[in-house]
């Protein structure tokens, strides 16, 4: 397959320069000829956006050394403290008394936009100031528009607000009435040209004229931890509906379950359904306070369908849709039956993982709704009932974040809970698959602006499933015009008639469907498994394949120099195969071969009949050729043991090697013209600086600047090698992972790139030796077990799809953009996660919900064509209370990272730790201003946001962010590729590690698993007052742990567990705990290997001493501690506070 047509999107071709960014839309660029908008676009609300730099004052944030914090307040380092101290000469603050709050109802309130950020006037240092990434498009001058963060947004408008006083008794409308079809432009690209500092344009009246207000909104319910009782009655409406489109009997099949959407068109149906209520949307959900939330937005842009050729040629060209083209939703993927539970993990997880799947259903949910109940459709009744209650939620109520010290929940944090009526919460995809920074979609792009959170989506599309239904089907349903899969929140106008939720369109019925052959019955098509489970996954029919699918094929490549030899890795490497290749996946075609290199390439023939394995060398590496390309690859069945036989004496080949030389690249050359005709997947392992052929690099790190506070240097790759070779693999269907085990640079920046635009896999073993470091030779055999036994797909696709109105425009993880919207995955693994960035291009104030689905196309290792489908659905609210009180503290900082890291390869890494700065400055003061009722001094943070400057400081300490820390520059990259490409759960153990008390485990609240008794203690807070000489703390990290050891520990636990008499007595390099048989050990080896059971990679064990030298490295986790480079938490919020009040 040729990549001339990927180019363009991917930054090769012409003269073009590669950018190490986020990929770019091509669609957003340009504008359609000829059209008239007669609109106000709003520009995307962006947290990476640079700001013009901050007015020059002492103590500039975070360019150098943390500044001390001016003497407001009383904060000293002491005993532990149960509240903080009050700056003196203020008053304490207290936070009013809230009643007893019911789960979900959120005031709405809102204020005009934020003040102008003044410099403060004082003559003592201040706290750190944001630097470079001001929102402010001049510095010089004080402003008067609000600070806009550009997520996805434009500058608050400034004028008069309006106010929503009291709610109405507004009628209820069903769904979206068919706007007129206009083609505008989509928002645009989020790439190195949308992180560019672009001022605002100046305030004009003009520009900042006032909006109408908006009908007023009825409510609806914000998530929380309850649902209230439904309201099954009929719809109150006030004053004339209407016409429908066509008349509409009275009666709907089924009875319960009403359309999404305008009615449809064309002629009556037999079994006709009822008419829809019609009239201004719910979507509030909350009674307005006496503050309005501002202006809203006309409709927003469309853009051009984007047809793939690749799907539509595997499904069949879909008929022309309606003149309404849209950006967002687009042809997709395909079905079968086999078990038809729905998915979920049935052992108990890590806390951290744990709380991210509590929504999720765990057997197929029964579809039938009673009459008269509420549906995807009926959504207005329903929240109107949830919408009684008027008492503030859990999730707004107010925090003072200064007074209240211990935040931290003791158990993990949970996603939030959409607010859905029960029937749709039930079905709702979970979120350890699907997960959105806010859980209340905003009407309005500019609703969105002015709340200044991020708007995105993070998913974890492969991920193992206990229990997955899977149906197989010669016809899989879809919608005709956007071609998004039927799910559970379509609806059925008929028994022989379907709306799709994303675009709207009536689908016909194929007669298959009609028959469920779960009850085997026929005629209820709404019982479908398709449409009873937000995640399924179809056995897809010949269409759907471009070729016969391909056989698993692994070639692995490996670095036999004098540096590798000496490390050890290849006894690892080779006994680990052996021990696990009769579970490689695949079937009788899987496809196997091997190639080493130093100096030269080497090739191996393993042809059957052959009495052993044949060495081929080519010394000429700058023309590499196959010298057998028929015999290089071979069936691993047949000549399994002339595998076996390489791979026992393979260590033994090179063991006196004195060749220092490497030529990856010519060796990566060699490997993509031999898997180039089959695809497959490319395993290399590296362990010094190519320094020979094409692709040779120098080093480029100063380990001198490791610890400097300025900005650091060489996070982007050293050249386009890479990234172009990764390029041509991804059009042969080829992925590359990249195992680097080194104690010295090896440019992790440039050779990420192969692993990155493949979608493959990086690993990375710093200081890896096989007798010094006998902890990470443990995390790389359990590495490898994995790897080589996990489930993996081949020649994959993925395509996420949205409601109309909605637009993706930036994706991050490990992929290539083949399309706008379509991500090539010549593999893909069960721990790949990827994370879009989204913008509303339509108002949605005809809609009551929006729907989001990705769709992943890919061939199994048996040579199966398989389409799996993830579909979530989320309410749309209209007021800023709402959007707070549905904002998902964890999807958001992951988003942000991932943002965040692309601003550092970009830009600059001072841009980004001040762009995340302001990410919390903007929430916090769009919140103080423009939900809070009543203004009170404090840095004042609506509870479910409560963790998110915690959040913000432990990035800006995190090995990828930090500055004035020595750090590796491979370990930096590692660790900014990890957060790009690590589903959430995972990533958000490297962020904020969890720390336990583990000298004092106990049998309750334990979890029993297996026979086993699993302690739960409770998590602590990350800081040094919390630890004790007399006890004994695990900290997990995600990758690693860190067992600390109190000088004065109790002895008992130091015999009982480690089996030493005393602190001083424990071993300097001890990475895993005695099996002794007393109950501490076996408390405290069960819950250690409970947390490890949890994800998929091996986090590796240190025991440390309170004297010990890896105690500097436990010590930096402790984030709210302050360090020479970097504030306290406490510190941090201060800093915060002082930004806002300006």
């Known amino acids: 397959m040729s990549t001339a047509g990927f180019n363009s999107q991917n930054g090769t071709g012409t003269g073009q320069t590669y950018v190490n960014g986020p990929s770019q839309n091509p669609i957003g660029l340009q504008q359609l000829p000829g059209v008239s908008y007669g609109i106000t676009h709003q520009p995307i609300y962006n947290p990476m956006q640079s700001k013009a ?31 903080y101290p009050v700056p003196s000469g203020q008053a304490l603050l207290t936070r009013p008394p809230m009643g007893g709050p019911p789960p979900h109802t959120p005031p709405q309130s809102a204020s005009p936009s934020p003040g102008p950020r003044m410099p403060p006037a004082q003559a003592t240092p201040p706290p750190p100031i944001v630097s470079s990434s001001s929102y402010y498009p001049n510095p010089q001058q004080p402003q008067t528009v609000a600070p806009t963060w550009m997520y996805n947004t434009a500058p608050p408008l400034i004028g008069p607000s309006t106010s929503l006083t009291t709610p109405s008794n507004c009628p209820k409308g069903n769904h979206v009435t068919p706007a007129a079809s206009t083609a505008t432009l989509p928002p645009p690209p989020l790439s190195s040209a949308v992180y560019s500092s672009v001022p605002p344009p100046p305030p004009s009246s003009a520009l900042y004229s006032s909006v109408p207000p908006p009908p007023p909104q009825c409510a609806t319910q914000p998530a929380g931890t309850s649902m209230p009782t439904i309201s099954n009655q009929g719809f109150t409406q006030k004053g004339p509906a209407p016409p429908p489109m066509n008349p509409i009997a009275p009666h709907a099949y089924p009875p319960n379950r009403a359309p999404y959407g305008p009615p449809p068109t064309g002629p009556q149906p037999t079994m006709k359904p009822t008419l829809p209520p019609t009239g201004p949307p719910m979507a509030s959900a909350t009674p307005p306070p006496p503050k309005a939330d501002g202006t809203v937005a006309g409709n927003g842009p469309q853009a051009p369908n984007n047809y793939n050729h690749v799907e539509n040629k595997m499904a069949g060209m879909s008929p022309p849709g309606p003149p309404g083209q849209h950006f967002g939703h687009y042809p997709s993927l395909p079905p079968g039956y086999h078990n038809t539970a729905a998915p979920h993990n049935s052992s108990p997880m890590h806390p951290a993982m744990q709380a991210t799947t509590q929504p999720y259903s765990h057997a197929p949910q029964p579809y039938q709704q009673s009459p008269g109940g509420p549906g995807p459709a009926q959504l207005s009744p329903s929240m109107a009932a949830m919408s009684l209650q008027s008492s503030t939620p859990e999730a707004l109520r107010v925090v003072n974040l200064l007074q209240e010290r211990n935040l931290l929940p003791p158990t993990p944090v949970s996603a939030p809970t959409p607010c859905l009526p029960q029937d749709l919460q039930k079905i709702n995809c979970s979120p350890e698959v699907f997960r959105c920074t806010l859980t209340s979609i905003p009407q309005t792009q500019s609703l969105l602006n002015k709340a200044k959170l991020p708007l995105g989506l993070l998913l974890h599309p492969f991920k193992d499933l206990s229990q997955l239904p899977v149906v197989t089907s010669s016809t899989i349903v879809r919608c005709r015009s956007c071609r998004t899969y039927i799910n559970p929140f379509v609806s059925f106008l008929d028994q022989r008639r379907w709306k799709c939720n994303l675009c709207y369109r009536v689908n016909d019925v194929p007669e298959e469907f009609m028959y469920n052959p779960v009850s085997r019955s026929y005629g209820e098509p709404h019982k479908r498994p398709e449409v009873q489970n937000a995640t399924m996954e179809f056995i897809a029919p010949s269409e759907y394949m471009l070729r016969p699918p391909q056989p698993a094929v692994y070639l692995f490549v490996i670095d036999v120099s004098h540096n590798a030899v000496e490390t050890g890795y290849l006894d690892v490497f080779c006994q680990s195969l052996l021990d696990n290749i009769n579970s490689l996946p695949g079937d009788s075609r899987t496809k196997i071969g091997f190639i080493t290199f130093d100096s030269t390439i080497h090739f191996y023939n393993l042809q059957e009949g052959l009495s052993q394995p044949q060495m081929l060398i080519v010394s000429d590496i700058e023309d590499i050729f196959l010298p057998t390309p028929d015999s290089l690859l071979v069936n691993l069945n047949e000549c399994k043991e002339l595998v076996q036989d390489l791979l026992r004496s393979l260590p033994g080949l090179f063991q006196k090697t004195m060749e220092t030389q490497s030529a990856l690249g010519s060796a990566l050359q060699a490997a993509f013209k031999l898997l180039s005709p089959t695809g497959g997947r490319m395993s290399v392992f590296q362990t010094q600086l190519p320094n020979l052929g094409a692709g040779a690099l120098q080093s480029r790190e100063d380990p001198n600047q490791r610890a400097s506070a300025k900005d650091i240097q060489h996070l982007a790759p050293a050249t386009d090698f890479y990234k172009k070779l990764a390029l041509d693999c991804s059009g042969q269907q080829v992925a590359v992972d990249l195992f680097l085990l080194s104690s010295q640079y090896c440019d992790l920046a440039s050779l990420g790139c192969i692993s990155r635009y493949s979608s493959g896999s990086i690993y990375y073993y710093p200081s890896y030796h096989h007798q010094h470091n006998p902890a990470q030779v443990e995390c790389f055999q359990k590495d490898l077990k994995r790897y080589f036994t996990r489930k993996i797909g081949f020649e994959a696709v993925m395509r996420i799809r949205c409601t109309k109105g909605l637009s993706i425009y930036t994706f991050h993880g490990n992929f290539f953009v083949r399309s706008t919207d379509l991500l090539s995955l010549p593999n893909v693994n069960p721990d790949a996660g990827f994370a879009v960035q989204m913008a509303i291009d339509e108002n949605l104030d005809n809609m009551q919900v929006v729907s989001f689905q990705a769709a992943l196309l890919y061939t199994s290792s048996k040579g199966e064509r398989r389409i799996r489908v993830h579909t979530l659905c989320l309410p749309v609210v209209s007021s800023l209370a709402d959007i707070f009180a549905g904002a998902d503290v964890q999807a958001i900082t992951g988003l942000l990272a991932c943002m965040a890291v692309d601003r550092s390869v ?136 860190y067992l600390w050891i109190g000088r004065n520990c109790n002895p008992n636990f130091l015999n009982q567990v480690l089996g030493v008499p005393n602190s001083s007595a424990v071993p300097d390099n001890l990475f895993s705990l005695p099996e002794l048989d007393t109950a501490e050990s076996q408390r405290t080896r069960a819950f250690i290997g409970w947390l490890r059971d949890q994800r998929p990679f091996f986090p590796s064990l240190h025991v440390i001493r309170d004297d010990s030298q890896r105690k500097v490295c436990f010590m930096q986790n402790m984030i709210e501690d302050r360090t020479e480079s970097a504030l306290s938490y406490y510190e941090f919020l201060l800093h915060l506070q002082q930004q806002i009040s300006k």
């Open 906 to 1041: 970009t830009a600059s890494l001072s841009d980004a730790r001040d762009a995340l700065t302001n990410a919390a400055i903007d929430s916090l003061s769009s919140y103080r201003q423009s939900v809070l009722t009543i203004q009170q001094p404090g840095l004042l943070s609506p509870a479910c946001l409560r963790l998110f400057p915690l959040y913000i400081l432990a990035l800006l300490k995190q090995k990828s962010f930090r500055t004035g820390t020595s750090t590796r520059l491979d370990d930096r990259v590692f660790t900014m590729c990890q957060l790009k490409y690590q589903p959430l759960a995972y990533a958000m153990l490297m962020i904020h590690p969890s720390l336990y008390r583990v000298d004092d485990l106990t049998d309750e609240g334990a979890l029993n698993i297996n026979e086993r008794t699993i302690p739960q203690p409770r998590l602590l807070q990350l800081s040094v007052e919390k630890l004790s000489r007399e006890g004994a703390f695990l900290m997990d990290a995600g990758t690693e742990m």
């Open 53 to 83: 730099p901050a007015p020059p004052g002492p103590g500039l944030y975070p360019s150098g050394p943390y500044q001390p914090i001016p003497p407001t307040s009383s904060y000293q380092p002491g005993p532990p403290l149960t509240s």
